[in-house]
């Protein structure tokens, strides 16, 4: 099979020249072609794998930061009662005060 080959090779010396040229292209070709049907697949998976945890996070930032306004509304509500609380019984203990005084 060598003696083939050399033979043939020595009757064509550019087929020489472009098997020597292009060899380490082909070489690395071949390697990259190897590599990305071997480690393509489960890269693949894990992006889609890290994709869908991103989504899953980004989602419930958006609930977390949903129920944080849904708080603040609702301490707003509740500072406002506690507020009309607070002058109601001012206004019940001024009433009282002053109408304890006025009859003695």
Do not use: K, Y
């Not at 292009?22 to 072609?33: I, S, T």
């Not at 019940?92 to 006025?102: E, M, V």
């Amino acid at each position: 099979m060598a003696t083939v080959l050399l033979t043939l090779l020595q009757g064509q010396p550019e087929l020489l020249a472009q098997i020597v040229g292009w060899g380490p292209g082909v070489l690395v070709m071949g390697g990259f072609m190897f590599l990305a049907n071997r480690w393509a697949g489960p890269l693949i998976q894990s992006h889609q794998a890290l994709s869908q945890n991103v989504g899953e996070l980004v989602f419930a930032v958006r609930v977390r930061l949903n129920q944080d306004d849904d708080v603040r509304g609702t301490l707003r509500v509740l500072a406002g009662s506690v507020n009309e609380m607070r002058e109601d019984l001012r206004e019940h203990l001024s009433r009282r005060d002053g109408g304890a005084t006025g009859a003695g």
